[in-house]
Every structure is written in structure tokens, then in C-alpha cells.
């Protein structure tokens, strides 16, 4: 498997402090996959990895720092990203195979066709989109910028172009549906696709097209 094998999963408040749920989520991850380190973050680990990002995060919605603290941390150092509630049913030896990037497909997205969800992500560092996303959201969220046109952080108009014609695996990214019942039981309904989540398939197009330029 080329992707670092460290697995990285968040709790703000300390891991101290978290429920039972997220521990025990933790502790699975670490059970089935022994040849991996799992990382457990906390908000100081927010701190130091945002203190590194080219653009104030301050006046960021919570969730805007929580994508690009995600992206930010795979683009440096590479690994697996876990939401603190997903739960691992099986090795990521069993099926990572050479991949270089990986996110779950979510089936009905924000637009028609598909949207790349970030509750599940694994990348090398400095992989070509994950480093394409935060430049974009470096860009995206400078301070002078004063109100959201027609866009939210939680969906990012990507030109309508329907998902399902995109072609992520010239941009080194496996897209999944069905595996992901096979690996992993997320024990909430995923939220809306995320900013990150669009601008990765907004950067696979972008990626794809000037492969074929």
C-alpha cells in the first residue's frame, strides 16, 4: 500500500473526553489494522496544523477549519482520515491495494450524479488534489472576503458538471459506493457534501481535462 500507514481520527475536546462511541470506534481501527498508527487529534492538533495554513483561520466557520484542517493534515503528512463515529468492520490491507488517494462516492449528492464525501479519506502526501484544495481554499477564504455569492461551505458549485460524467481515476482517486458497506458502518447519516468534497471532483475534472490538453 503506498499510503502512509497511519490513520488519523479527531475529537476537539481531548480523547479524555470522549464518548464511548468515538473510543470504541478508535480502538477498532487499531484492532484490525496493527500495522498502522492511529493518531488521535485533539484541538491543539487543529492549532499547530491551521498555524501552517497561508490564510487566517480565525473567522472560519467551524466547519470550513474542520475540512481544511483534514485536507491540510493528508496533504503534510499523508495517511488515512476517520470521522470519530465511523466504524472499522474490516482491514484496510484486505482492499487499499496500490491506490495512492481514496474517497467513498456518495449516491445522490449535492447536484446530480455523485459528490466525493470527507468523513473517509486516505492520500500520500502531497497528492495532487488534496494540494490543489488547499491552495483553492486558501484562495477561497481570504480575508477580505465578505459574503458568500451564490455558494455555501457546504456545497460549491463545481460548473454542473454531472458528477457521474467525471473521470476520477485519471486523477489517481477509486471511487466507491458499494465497498463502502463492506468496509465501514457509519453510525450517522453523512451530512451534505462539504467544500472539500466538491472541489475534490471539481479538481479531478480540472485534472482530467488537462491530461487530455
Known sequence: MNIPRRIHMLWLQGWQNAP????????????????????????????????????????????????IFRASLLNSEGGIWAD??????????????????????????????????NWFLASTPGHAILSRFCAAAADYWTPERKTLIDVAWSGLDTGRVPVRQLKLSEAGVARSSSRSEQLCATTRTPSLATCLSLLLVSVSVRLSNGSRS
Open 84 to 117: 470519530a463515529s465511523l466504524v472499522p468492520i474490516q482491514p484496510l490491507d484486505d482492499w487499499f491495494g496500490d491506490m495512492n488517494a481514496f474517497g467513498f462516492s456518495a449516491v445522490g449528492g449535492w447536484q446530480e450524479g455523485r459528490a466525493m464525501e
Open 20 to 67: 464511548d462511541l468515538a473510543r470504541v470506534c478508535a480502538e477498532g481501527w487499531g484492532k484490525l489494522n496493527p500495522n498502522h498508527d492511529v493518531v488521535l487529534h485533539d484541538a491543539s492538533s487543529v492549532e499547530r496544523q491551521l498555524a501552517r495554513f497561508p490564510v487566517p483561520v480565525a473567522h472560519l466557520p467551524p466547519q470550513a477549519a474542520a475540512d
